[in-house]
Antibody, heavy 119, light 107 residues
């Protein structure tokens, strides 16, 4: 059974940093492209960024609102995906989900972790 | 960026009703269109991929159609467990973008 378990969310002040983790199991993590998607309270879904597999170059892409502030990385030895978030803004407050890519769709989702940016 | 527009933003329907949700892309996206269901407090769940392919385990009352810029998600006979918010998402190019969602409520 595929499982994605996010952790690391919490309350942080504007300008602060936070690192989210997503522990994967039930599939070959090193073969999976992964994305982060977020959802602000009461709002819709917003794609944050994606990382390819190392065999596909391990490259990353980001949404414009987070580019230059957020960094996605992966540790295939630990089956774990990361989202490093710096220079956080109040508008980054959201539930953050990690997801797996299957071809061009987002097949499996974690339960999400809440990040609150507030003074 | 490709903008995805869903309509309606919400609807009220009764159990047994046929429900249709529309998603329009700001440019042609071929069949690179996916649908997700989200219930309150839960993660989204993939329903339909590549416009019309039913994800394994999803009931056959769900169907998707369309190509180019106009797409439809249909629930042939609404069940109590289908009351949720539905999102379309394009995967034609980056950044991936979602529609604003359609909330299906009980009439």
């Amino acid at each position: 059974e595929v499982q994605l378990v996010e952790s690391g969310g919490g309350l942080v002040k504007p300008g602060g940093s936070l690192r989210l983790s997503c522990a994967a199991s039930g599939f070959t993590f090193s073969n999976a492209w992964m994305s982060w998607v977020r959802q602000a309270p009461g709002k819709g879904l917003e794609w944050v960024g994606r990382i390819k597999t190392k065999s596909d170059g391990g490259t990353t892409e980001y949404a414009a609102p987070v580019k230059g502030r957020f960094t996605i990385s992966r540790d295939d030895s630990k089956d774990t995906l990361y989202l490093q978030m710096n220079s956080l803004k109040t508008e980054d407050t959201a539930v953050y989900y990690c997801t797996t890519h299957s071809s061009t769709w987002l097949k499996y989702w974690g339960q999400g972790t809440l990040v609150t940016v507030s003074s | 960026d490709i903008q995805m527009t869903q309509s309606p933003s919400s609807l009220s329907a009764s159990v047994g009703d046929r429900v249709t949700i529309t998603c329009r892309a700001s440019q042609s996206i071929s069949s690179y269109l996916n649908w997700y269901e989200q219930k309150p407090g839960k993660a989204p769940k993939l329903l339909i991929y590549a416009a019309s392919s039913l994800q394994s385990g999803v009931p056959s009352r769900f169907s998707g159609s369309g190509s180019g810029t106009d797409f439809t998600l249909t629930i042939s006979s609404l069940q109590p467990e289908d009351f949720a918010t539905y999102y379309c998402q394009q995967s034609y190019n980056m950044p991936l973008t979602f529609g604003g969602g359609t909330k299906v409520e009980i009439k």
